[in-house]
T-cell receptor, first 113, second 113 residues
Framework: QQQVKQSPQSLIVQKGGISIINCAYE??????FPWYQQFPGKGPALLIA?????SEKKEGRFTISFNKSAKQFSLHIMDSQPGDSATYFC????????????FGAGTRLFVKA | NAGVTQTPKFRVLKTGQSMTLLCAQD?????MYWYRQDPGMGLRLIHY???????AKGEVPDGYNVSRLKKQNFLLGLESAAPSQTSVYFC????????????FGEGSRLTVL
């Protein structure tokens, strides 16, 4: 049972384009929604995160959009660059139950130069 | 400032052998976690700890044991390795006040023949 569903599995975007990755969750106890970026051979690193009391958070070229009623959130990468080519994971962390952060399956992004 | 360090980085085992993965963090974080990463399945939580001397089960705990005798170290043990445990293992830590913000090591690639 996958508590956080992520799509697409892979994504190819032209340089300068917009990359969009979507996630959906079921557990309403989740109250923190981070995105992690992982380069080959490295561990994931926190990219940006949002709490459900806001609908959008922007940091540079990266924006999270959050729809609490639909239990969905998405990552938008504006002006995508070849250096953004990596695997992206959405995740969700609950406010109870032992602090388990649950990850989506990941999206492999390739930005063509 | 090393952050989260995992040893060893690579290991090949035969079915039935045992081994221990060591994770060390120098950020004085209270929480520590072990995840495994498999293609198409994202990161799945094996065990976690919310403080020295405590451990708890995650999503996929079977076949693994953990110990946290010191705050800075979190050990993951395989008593009798199986081919299904071939994976990349990641250790992570977090500060109690920002529990969803995980700091990951660079991973340990384990192959069980």
């Amino acid at each position: 049972q996958q508590q956080v569903k992520q799509s697409p599995q892979s994504l190819i975007v032209q340089k300068g384009g917009i990359s969009i990755i979507n996630c959906a969750y079921e557990n309403t106890a989740f109250d923190y929604f981070p995105w992690y970026q992982q380069f080959p051979g490295k561990g994931p690193a926190l990219l940006i995160a949002i709490r459900p009391d806001v609908s959008e958070k922007k940091e540079g070229r990266f924006t999270i959009s959050f729809n609490k009623s639909a239990k969905q959130f998405s990552l938008h990468i504006m002006d995508s660059q070849p250096g953004d080519s990596a695997t992206y994971f959405c995740a969700a962390s609950p406010n109870t139950g032992g602090f388990k952060t649950i990850f989506g399956a990941g999206t492999r992004l390739f930005v063509k130069a | 400032n090393a952050g989260v360090t995992q040893t060893p980085k690579f290991r090949v085992l035969k079915t039935g052998q045992s081994m221990t993965l060591l994770c060390a963090q120098d950020m004085n974080h209270e929480y520590m976690y072990w995840y495994r990463q498999d293609p198409g399945m994202g990161l799945r939580l094996i065990h976690y700890s919310v403080g020295e001397g405590t451990t708890a089960k995650g999503e996929v705990p079977d076949g693994y044991n953990v110990s946290r005798l010191k705050k800075q170290n979190f050990l993951l043990g395989l008593e009798s390795a199986a081919p299904s445990q071939t994976s990349v293992y990641f250790c992570a830590s977090s500060y109690s006040g920002r529990r969803g913000e995980l700091f990951f090591g660079e991973g340990s690639r384990l192959t069980v023949l």
